[in-house]
Nanobody, 116 residues
Framework: QVQLVESGGGLVQPGESLRLSCAAS????????MAWYRQAPGKEREFVAL???????NYADSVKGRFTISRDNAWNTVYLQMDSLKPEDTAVYYC??????????WGQGTQVTVSS
């Protein structure tokens, strides 16, 4: 069975950093792209960052310049480096992996809380 296991979330103060990771297990196949989404209390799930084969990346305006998405060479793991964190970044963060056959896999989510 294919599973995506997330880690790296936690409680931090404004201005601090966190690094999230999402590791795939099982025969996921060839990966087309990897992305991060988040969902805050009372809000809909929203796009955060995307990385595609060839190096193209894209970010939501709210995190651009502060967050960086990356992956390992085998496309088995995706990371999200989160710098200069703000209280508005508080949410459950989910990774998503899409294969070349258009199959989507989601992580279980990891809580990020930014508070003083």
């Amino acid at each position: 069975q294919v599973q995506l296991v997330e880690s790296g979330g936690g409680l931090v103060q404004p201005g601090e950093s966190l690094r999230l990771s999402c590791a795939a297990s099982g025969s996921i196949g060839r990966v087309s792209n990897m992305a991060w989404y988040r969902q805050a209390p009372g809000k809909e799930r929203e796009f955060v960052a995307l990385i595609i084969r060839g190096g193209l990346t894209n970010y939501a305006d709210s995190v651009k310049g502060r967050f960086t998405i990356s992956r390992d060479n085998a496309w088995n793991t995706v990371y999200l480096q989160m710098d200069s964190l703000k209280p508005e970044d508080t949410a459950v963060y989910y990774c998503k992996v899409t294969t070349t056959y258009a199959q989507n896999y989601w992580g279980q989510g990891t809580q990020v809380t930014v508070s003083s």
